[in-house]
Each structure stands twice: as C-alpha cells, then as structure tokens.
T-cell receptor
Framework: NAGVTQTPKFRVLKTGQSMTLLCAQDMNHEYMYWYRQDPGMGLRLIHYSVGEGTTAKGEVPDGYNVSRLKKQNFLLGLESAAPSQTSVYFC????????????????FGAGSRLTVL | DAKTTQPNSMESNEEEPVHLPCNHSTISGTDYIHWYRQLPSQGPEYVIHGLTSNVNNRMASLAIAEDRKSSTLILHRATLRDAAVYYCILRPAPSGGSNYKLTFGKGTLLTVNP
C-alpha cells in the first residue's frame, strides 16, 4: 500500500519555466490537497479537490493551477515559475468528513522540493 | 476559522512524559481538536483528535479542558523518534458547502534529549 506518492521529489527550474507536480493516491480517497511549506512557516493550502473533476482555491492559489481528471490523481501546475515559488510542496488525501468520529484524517506524501532560480 | 496558540518550542528528555499545550480560546461548539506531527524531512502525520472527552490511542493522549479553551497532547514516554513539529488544529464540522480543509499554523518544535 503506497499511500500518497509525489513525483518528482526534487526539481530545479529557471524563472519562467513551467512544470507539473503529480500526486497519486491508492486509498480511493475523495479529497485531495496541495500545500506548500516555507522555512519557519506552517503549511499553507494552495488548492484542494473534494472529488473527481472538482477543484477549489485555498489560501495561496495565485500562480498555480490544478486538475483532478482522475480520482486517484491531483496535478499541481506552475505555468511561469517565480523564485517566490521555491518551496516544499506536500500533497495529501483524505476520505473526508467522518460524521461519527469527527475525523478528517489527512494522509500526506513525502514532499516535492522545488527550487526556482 | 478559530485560531490556536502553541509554544514555538519545547524540550524533553528521553523516556519522560511530554505535555504539549494548545490554547484555542475562540473555539466553537462544533470544532474538533486535531493534532498532527511532522518528523524531519517528512510530511505531516495524524496523531489524535477529540471533541470534548479525553482521548487515548497508541501514539498519544489528548486532554481537553472542561471549557474546551485549551488542550494538551501527552506523549507518555518520549523517544528520540518523537522529535518533530507538533500542530494543534481546529477542524470545524462541515455545514452547507462543507469544509474539508485543515489549516496548519507554525506548531511546536519538540526536541528530545537522549
């Protein structure tokens, strides 16, 4: 059971280049999320999806686009990378709201470290 | 969303109990208290959650104040592997369009001394 897999793990881009981060989960989770983490800061939500074919903006969506064409995959795209987008990106997935237990347990991937020069 | 306040850092010795505090004075009646932790160079992982009653699982215990304005994550015997950033998060119950997001703050960096 792989859980949440992110590819690539590391990437270096030049300003203005584009790239896509892929997140894949094998737990049949409905909900998927993209976060970024910068030094000394907590995780900030970029975009999320509550089901196949749906996406929504989080706290810091500018400069990013996402797509959820298949339930198991959530793609994060940078159309024109900027140095401010240098960060570690984490993908997560969850079953969603469990009304009985009150849990919304997120399972995270190992992260993708992106450097924009 | 209601906010949480945690100390920036704490230290503990190996095999001793650790009490990680979290203040959430603006918590609403339907907010669940979740804890996650992030080990070095890894993604966060779920630890425990609760609403009103104290909770125990294999990883930790969660003690919730009677007025729910604060909570404490308890690691009964800290190990070196418990060194991590611990996040206390309020998770509102979904309503209307539903809210499935978790908002992470800066958390508490726990150092465990051998």
């Amino acid at each position: 059971n792989a859980g949440v897999t992110q590819t690539p793990k590391f990437r270096v881009l030049k300003t203005g280049q584009s790239m896509t981060l892929l997140c894949a989960q094998d737990m049949n989770h409905e909900y998927m999320y993209w976060y970024r983490q910068d030094p000394g800061m907590g995780l900030r939500l970029i975009h999320y999806s509550v089901g196949e074919g749906t996406t929504a903006k989080g706290e810091v969506p500018d400069g990013y686009n996402v797509s959820r064409l298949k339930k198991q995959n959530f793609l994060l795209g940078l159309e024109s990378a900027a140095p401010s987008q240098t960060s570690v990106y984490f993908c997560a997935s969850s079953v969603g709201w469990d009304s009985y237990s009150g849990a919304n347990v997120l399972t995270f991937g190992a992260g993708s470290r992106l450097t924009v020069l | 969303d209601a906010k949480t306040t945690q100390p920036n850092s704490m230290e503990s010795n190996e095999e001793e109990p650790v009490h990680l505090p979290c203040n959430h004075s603006t918590i609403s009646g339907t907010d669940y208290i979740h804890w996650y932790r992030q080990l070095p160079s890894q993604g966060p992982e779920y630890v425990i959650h609760g609403l009103t009653s104290n909770v125990n699982n294999r990883m930790a215990s969660l003690a919730i104040a009677e007025d729910r304005k604060s909570s404490t994550l308890i690691l009964h015997r800290a190990t070196l592997r418990d060194a991590a950033v611990y996040y206390c998060i309020l998770r509102p119950a979904p309503s209307g369009g539903s809210n499935y997001k978790l908002t992470f703050g800066k958390g508490t960096l726990l150092t465990v001394n051998p």
